[in-house]
């Protein structure tokens, strides 16, 4: 079974900086996305960040280029997302999934993040 733990959320002002972590068990696959979404209270969920674990192709969302940098470790079983520089509108629940050519089919229960101004 796969399973996602995210860990890392907090509360912090605005420029500061937050490392969340997720940690993937449970995949059987050499390959596989690990990407990262956020959902704000009333907003759709949105796509932060993803790194193929094959070859460290990343992507990052418009909103976060510059800002935001993720990595995986040498086992490729637990994906970090830095987050520097933080906004208000960073604010939300960061979930991590595990992907593949057809989608993500496993998520993770999330992590909160909150920036005040």
């Known amino acids: 079974e796969v399973q996602l733990q995210a860990s890392g959320g907090g509360l912090v002002q605005t420029g500061g900086s937050l490392r969340v972590s997720c940690a993937v068990s449970?995949?059987?696959?050499?390959?596989?996305?690990i990407g990262w979404f956020r959902q704000a209270p009333g907003k759709e969920r949105e796509a932060v960040s993803c790194?193929?674990?094959?070859?460290?192709?990343?992507y990052y969302g418009e909103s976060v280029k510059g800002r935001f940098s993720i990595a995986s470790d040498n086992a490729k079983t637990t994906a970090y997302l830095q987050m520097d520089r933080l906004k208000p509108e960073d604010t939300g629940v960061y979930f991590c999934?595990?992907?593949?050519?057809?989608?993500?089919?496993?998520w993770g229960q999330g992590t909160q993040v909150t920036v005040s101004s």
């Open positions: 999934a595990k992907g593949g050519v057809n989608g993500y089919d496993s």
């Open positions: 449970g995949v059987t696959r050499d390959s596989y996305i």
């Open positions: 790194i193929r674990t094959s070859d460290g192709r990343i």
